[in-house]
């Protein structure tokens, strides 16, 4: 890369509009990650852990000084049925959404869905009791 095009790439706002395609080690399981393949111009998260880094205030402005680890901590399903990866930032608790891109590790997305599903805020097996208390029939067989 000449002088130049560096000197480009660390103006202000640069990646919200130009492709951010480089290849790159990621920090956390130290995968290679090559934007071939992603379905998207804007790589920003590794496709095998799905960890970020926080560099964005706003999305590509490059502004964050933080630039701690964003953690996968939950996906949702956008109005137009596309999947997204809420991040959390390890060191400043920050949130922030990405959409998944094409190359995603599949397994890794399931497992951050199925999450809540597994991790009860409540003790599953007082279900029926606390079903109960909140005046419904208090059965699980009752609910098919």
């Given at each position: 890369m000449n002088r130049e095009n560096k000197r480009k790439t660390f103006?202000?706002?640069?990646?919200?509009?130009?492709?951010?395609?480089e290849t790159f080690i990621c920090k956390v399981c130290g995968r290679q990650v090559i934007s071939d393949g992603a379905g998207s111009k804007h790589r920003n998260h590794c496709p095998n852990c799905l960890t970020s880094l926080h560099v964005d205030v706003e999305p590509g402005d490059r502004a964050s000084d933080c630039g701690g680890y964003m953690e996968p901590v939950a996906v949702w399903v956008r109005k137009n049925g596309e999947w997204a990866i809420i991040h959390r930032c390890r060191q400043c608790g920050e949130m922030s959404s990405n959409r998944i891109a094409a190359d995603d590790n599949p397994m890794k997305l399931m497992s951050i869905a199925m999450k809540p599903l597994t991790s009860s805020p409540f003790p599953i097996e007082r279900i029926e009791e606390m079903t109960r208390m909140m005046g419904g029939a208090g059965s699980i067989?009752?609910?098919?």
């Open positions: 103006e202000k706002g640069y990646y919200k509009n130009h492709a951010c395609d067989s009752g609910l098919s």
